[in-house]
């Protein structure tokens, strides 16, 4: 077990962060950010390619096997706070940090049960009704345009799809070849900003690490961007980047001590940003006792702590507040804090939700014809 550093690799809220991506392609500043890349800023097409998963670290390690991503200008960015699919796809599209738009995880505490946002579930089953997606997450995507999205055909009408992408032209895509289709097809027909998503080195990675199928997967990613950058039109910029990073936990699970179960009643987030929710009058203690058993593998920080440090953002809405736990236990080793409710259809290999470099670190890189 491989300890990482000290401190938190907290979002930049303020510059290079996922969240402020569409904001400048859309809301055009007088001047290019420094960590924007220069060729899409002046670009008067850009097409904005999302790959769930490719962390610069990963990608960085794995030069050979990316010369097409690896041509690309640009640089690392960090992603929000937690490092997760849910958080972060929703921080692209809607422009702000997960303090505002309330989308704070993977599986969020909610009216007394966990509501799964990328199934948009409870223990309950379909929450679409019960949970609203436009009241949970009131704010426009993309900063009230309506530009055309090309993203898997069995995403169309998810809760969460309702809740980051709703109003936008919808161009599903069913096999990748299709996804190059329907974004050379949209550029050339002159759109002047196309949203992409692909999330297949996300699979990879949570299935089966970082090891074999990860580099096969990665080499086929690079591919995807040279397909794309082949059949664009000259005049477009694809800016490519990602929602996090990955960490090869494999079967490195620690359960919650028992110690800190006595005094926790609901466990939310996930496996690499676990929130405990204290039992009534215990959240001081219950702090202790985590920071006691955990602190050897993890960060173990009180609300109010994660809140003065901005780790959700300058602001915090009092919805996305009532939403988070009050004791925060955040993977700093390669181990996943298990919760036996939190379970899927396969056992995770590799994780993410933490805020290691390695979970952090995104990359954004542009490239031109």
Known sequence: ?????????????????????????????????????????????????????????????????????????????????????????????????????????????????????????TASGDARTSVPPRDFQPIEPFLGFHPPVVTKAEFARSGFTLAHLREARWHPWRMPSTLVAEVTQLARAGEPFVYAYYDGLDKVAHEYGLGLHYDAELRFVDRLVASLLEFLPEEVALLVTADHGHVHTGDELVDLAEPVRELT???????????????????????????ECHGDVAWVVGVEQVLAEGWFGPVVSPEAAERLGDVAVVSRSRVAIDDPADTGPIRLVGRHGGLTEAEMLVPLLVGTT
């Open 1 to 121: 077990m491989t300890v990482s550093i000290d401190s938190p690799c907290l979002p930049d809220h303020n510059g290079a962060c996922v969240s402020n991506v569409v904001p400048t392609l859309l809301a055009r500043p007088a001047s290019r950010p420094p960590w924007f890349p220069a060729a899409a800023f002046d670009a008067e097409q850009v097409v904005l390619l999302v790959l769930d998963g490719l962390g610069w670290q990963q990608m960085s390690e794995r030069a050979q096997l990316t010369p097409t991503l690896g041509s690309l200008d640009g640089g690392p960015i960090t992603t929000v706070a937690p490092s997760t699919t849910a958080s972060a796809l929703a921080s692209i599209t809607i422009g702000v940090p997960p303090g505002e738009h309330g989308v704070v995880g993977y599986r969020i505490a909610t009216h007394g049960s966990i509501l799964n946002v990328l199934r948009w579930a």
């Open 265 to 291: 009643s609901l466990m939310s987030g996930e496996a690499r940003f676990r929130w405990l929710h204290a039992r009534r009058g215990s959240e001081a203690q219950l702090l202790e006792r985590a920071a």
